[in-house]
């Protein structure tokens, strides 16, 4: 038996808006029957970005039922902005915690909004894309690398409790391992760069993003036969198009999250999403 | 502590069952005034000594064993580690196991970590199931080998209640000079069992799946099998387990197998009459659902049914609303993130191996309690629907 909160337990009897939109504004679509959870959300935005409704269906137990639920209630009201910024820890919080083991139902959570506003945005989403290192689930590198970072995880099993990679045949340990090991030494390297200053105007992000595109991202690039430009900055929201020899290459995707981001975030602000542009 | 058990539709039998109070009333004494330790020289303690001897006596008798085949053991996974490793210590030369991959646990990951425990590597069969859960007694001939050390087969699936001919296969594994395993655990007290006629060396059963108390168990060792302990200590049990008795629990099961022998007939009849209504309407109420496990082949107690696109834990939750207590072979119960290893065998599609609740009945269930699953189960099924993307699509 699992130790459910009252608000989990709440949320589990009582789900709220549940259903589809008949003409949503954007749909995320996340997990699978063979997963053992699934989620489509979807979302109705109005003119000025703010998220007006939204509606879930969960397939799934108990916490997946219930972090859905959550999350409706939670970015209704929201703007796509805030919304976007929105974590799997701030989903678990606001039902009072979730048993670890069930860390990934939240994460499923804000993998399904991330696909909805994606879709809203007319963006294809990067993060599905990487290497696939946990074959039984499906999971990629990145999104490994990203749980670690955001959830300050340290072991394979809260890997496997974030991500469910690893939890089927096992065989993707070592990698788990590997992975894990290499993403904790970077972030302590960061952690030992100087601080760069936040508050930037979109006007200064534009220009630093320009700089770092035109002296270091481009020449890389190029080399390979590639290139990329820069097209819009919204917020913390980069889009970029590809050209040349990475413009539908398969490891694009890899590129713009591994490469262009990283550069990025180190050099300009680090909480930038690179998006490409469809 | 109230656990609020009289409110309670408890059909979650081949987890454990409720002690009998016969059986409770036969532990009493031991518990309080008859404290002795059967092992001592004074009259105080040797009628404790005596009184264990009746309880193996009336275990064998269930059995249709001779008492000193009896060993106590502390539970059922004891008596599965202490028949394999036996067995694997008697033939060190011999390389290969065989077993099923429906195992309970108990045998599933020793077998899976044989290597570790003996410093050999063994080569292991684990036999495939067909979709209803049976074995193919042909593979089970092809993988005899001169070098089998060691056979374990369960005599019933915990999850499905799925019977598995194990008198037969004995039967040929003795033939051959190979010692045969079975954990009997869900079948004991559920289907007749009578070892004088077949040729099983091993036979585990726990306590606690038969009405006696949790953390007493037997493992049945044939006249004449070799024998390794597993516990080396004192001379109890006849140097085969070491250790000073759980006298009580052994008292109480002692009294639990004479219940069983009267009860025998009433489970297959009056619980499996009780099983079928309810799997029955079940199956014809609900959309979607279908058995998991041979229809005949099956202990009289045991109904495991799916509901497709929809999730084991979270029907279990509502279900729990009721105080309905069962099982589910999804990943979330499991605490894996699979769905048990049991559907995956069978080959149980995706889209129902996560939504498949074992009803597991006994003789304490009544016919108003099955009426009253029956009425609360479509509309907890159909909620649930309500909430699956899966589902719309399939209507
Ligand atoms: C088939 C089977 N074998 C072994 C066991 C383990 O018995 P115990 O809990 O007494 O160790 C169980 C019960 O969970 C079982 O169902
Ligand atoms: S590949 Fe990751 S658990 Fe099987």
């Not at chain 1, 269906?57 to 919304?83: P, W």
């Not at chain 1, 701030?90 to 993998?111: F, W, Y």
């Not at chain 1, 302590?188 to 002296?215: G, S």
């Not at chain 2, 009945?361 to 189960?377: A, G, P, Q």
């Amino acid at each position: 038996m699992w130790e459910y909160t009252d608000k989990v337990q709440q949320h589990f009897m009582n789900p709220q808006n549940v259903g589809e939109l008949e003409k949503p504004s954007g749909t995320g679509d996340v997990g699978s029957l063979s997963c053992g959870d699934a989620l489509k959300l979807t979302i109705e935005v109005d003119d000025n970005g703010i998220i007006t409704d939204a509606k879930f269906k969960t397939f799934g137990c108990a916490s997946a039922i219930a972090s859905s639920s959550v999350l409706t209630e939670i970015i209704k009201g929201m703007s796509i902005e805030e919304a976007s910024k929105l974590t799997n820890e701030d989903i678990a919080e606001a039902l009072g915690g979730l048993p670890k083991e069930k860390m990934h139902c939240s994460v499923m959570g804000r993998e399904a909004l991330e696909a909805a506003i994606a879709d809203f945005k007319g963006v294809i989403l990067p993060m599905a894309e990487g290497e696939v290192v946990c074959e039984c689930f499906g999971v990629t590198d990145l999104e490994i690398i990203r749980a670690i970072k955001e959830s300050d995880l340290r072991s394979v099993e809260e890997i496997t409790n974030f991500t469910k990679a690893g939890g089927g045949c096992g065989k993707c340990e070592d990698r788990l391992r590997e992975i894990l090991q290499q993403t904790v030494e970077g972030i302590a390297a960061e952690k030992t760069k100087p601080h760069k200053d936040q508050r930037m105007t979109t006007l200064q992000k534009i220009k630093k993003i320009e700089q770092v595109l035109e002296r270091e991202i481009k020449p890389t690039l190029k080399k390979d036969g590639g290139d990329i430009e820069l097209v819009d900055v919204d917020g913390d929201f980069v889009t970029v198009s590809l050209r040349g020899a990475c413009s539908g290459c398969q490891s694009s995707r890899t590129t713009l999250k591994e490469y262009v981001e990283k550069k990025l975030r180190e050099q300009v602000v680090d909480t930038l999403i690179v998006e490409e542009e469809k | 502590m109230n656990c609020g058990s009289e409110k309670v539709i408890y059909m979650d039998n081949n987890a454990t069952t409720r002690v009998a109070p016969e059986v409770v009333d036969a532990m009493m004494p031991f518990l309080t005034d008859c404290y002795g330790n059967p092992s001592s020289m004074h009259t105080f303690g040797g009628m404790v000594g005596r009184a264990i001897e009746q309880a193996r006596a009336q275990v064998a008798e269930l059995l249709g064993a001779d008492p000193e085949e009896i060993v106590f053991t502390s539970c059922g996974t004891e008596s599965d580690s202490t028949a394999i490793l036996s067995a694997l210590q008697t033939y060190p030369e011999n390389r290969h196991v065989m077993t099923t991959r429906v195992e309970h646990p108990a045998v599933k990951n020793l077998c899976e970590s044989l290597t570790q425990l003996t410093g050999h590597k063994h080569r292991t069969t684990r036999l495939m199931v067909d979709e209803d859960g049976l074995l193919d007694m042909e593979s089970y001939k092809q993988a005899l080998s001169d070098d089998t050390a060691i056979i374990s087969i369960m005599w019933a699936n915990n999850e499905t209640g799925v019977i598995f001919p194990v008198e037969e296969m004995a039967a040929m594994a003795s033939e051959r000079g190979i010692l045969f395993h079975t954990d009997a655990v869900q079948a004991v007290g559920k289907i007749p069992i009578n070892m004088r006629k077949n040729t099983i060396d091993f036979l585990s059963l726990s306590g606690h799946k038969l009405h006696a108390p949790k953390g007493v168990g037997v493992l049945y060792v044939r006249k004449g099998t070799p024998f390794v302990p597993f516990l080396n200590g004192g001379h109890q049990e006849r140097g085969r387990r070491g250790g000073t008795e759980n006298v009580a629990s052994i008292i109480g099961l002692g009294r639990a197998c004479e219940l069983a022998a009267q009860s025998l007939q009433d489970e297959n009849t009056r619980v499996k009459a009780l099983r079928d209504k309810l799997e029955k309407e079940l199956l014809a109420t609900i959309p979607k659902s279908m058995l998991n496990g041979h229809p005949e082949k099956r202990l009289p107690n045991t109904s495991n049914i799916s509901f497709e696109f929809v999730e084991g834990e979270a029907i279990l939750l509502h279900m729990n609303q009721y105080n309905i207590c069962a099982s589910s072979g999804s990943a979330c119960t499991s605490g894996s993130l699979e769905p048990s290893h049991v559907m995956r065998a069978m080959g149980v599609p995706f889209t129902a191996a996560h939504g498949s609740i074992r009803f597991s009945l006994s003789i304490y269930n009544t016919e108003e309690e099955v009426d009253l699953v029956l009425d609360k189960m479509p509309a907890i099924i159909a909620n649930l629907r309500e909430l699956s993307p899966f589902w719309e699509e399939t209507e």
